[in-house]
């Protein structure tokens, strides 16, 4: 009985660790969009943002993000850096949103703001790398998010 289990316990295993590599791997597939932005609190120094960003998992297994390490731009001038998606699965062949909540302060969106107004529009995007975490270490790949013309 005990050699059945020490036949049997190698396979097992390697068979739940290839699950993970799959789901892990099934991120590169997956794509990435806005859902929305929003801004709101604004004070004299400040305003909140929230946006939502929607991944579409077209795998047949599902996709782990277990990072998601991003800059925002607005009329391609970096405004602020950050990162979100910690452990976020995405299920087979659907999509899931997730948010990230941010407090910008005046003083930094500066020459964005100021070309905004200029041009009367701000188009927006992300540029991003999504992370899957392996037995070697981290491995990252690009990802860009535009805004919806």
Same mark, same amino acid.
């Given at each position: 009985?005990?050699?059945?289990?020490?036949?049997?316990?190698?396979?097992?295993?390697?068979?739940?660790?290839?699950?993970?590599?799959?789901?892990?791997?099934?991120?590169?597939?997956?794509? #990435?969009?806005?859902?929305? &932005?929003?801004? =709101? /609190?604004?004070?004299?120094?400040?305003?909140?943002?929230?946006?939502? $960003? +929607?991944?579409?998992?077209?795998?047949?297994?599902?996709?782990?993000?277990?990072?998601?390490?991003?800059?925002?731009?607005?009329?391609?001038?970096?405004?602020?850096?950050?990162?979100?998606?910690?452990?976020?699965?995405?299920?087979?062949?659907?999509?899931?949103? #997730?948010?990230?909540?941010? &407090?910008?302060? =005046? /003083?930094?969106?500066?020459?964005?703001?100021?070309?905004?107004?200029? $041009? +009367?529009?701000?188009?927006?995007?992300?540029?991003?790398?999504?992370?899957?975490?392996?037995?070697?270490?981290?491995?990252?790949?690009?990802?860009?998010?535009?805004?919806?013309?």
């Amino acid at each position: 009985m005990m050699r059945k289990i020490i036949l049997i316990l190698p396979g097992l295993l390697f068979f739940i660790s290839c699950s993970a590599v799959k789901e892990r791997l099934a991120i590169r597939q997956c794509k #990435f969009f806005f859902v929305s &932005v929003k801004p =709101y /609190n604004f004070t004299y120094h400040n305003f909140s943002l929230d946006f939502t $960003l +929607k991944g579409e998992n077209p795998n047949r297994v599902d996709a782990v993000l277990d990072r998601f390490t991003y800059t925002f731009f607005i009329n391609e001038t970096a405004i602020f850096s950050g990162k979100t998606g910690e452990g976020l699965r995405i299920p087979a062949n659907k999509s899931k949103n #997730f948010k990230t909540t941010l &407090v910008l302060e =005046y /003083n930094k969106l500066g020459d964005a703001l100021i070309e905004a107004i200029r $041009l +009367k529009k701000a188009d927006y995007k992300i540029k991003a790398r999504v992370y899957i975490k392996t037995i070697l270490g981290d491995i990252g790949y690009p990802v860009e998010i535009k805004n919806p013309q």
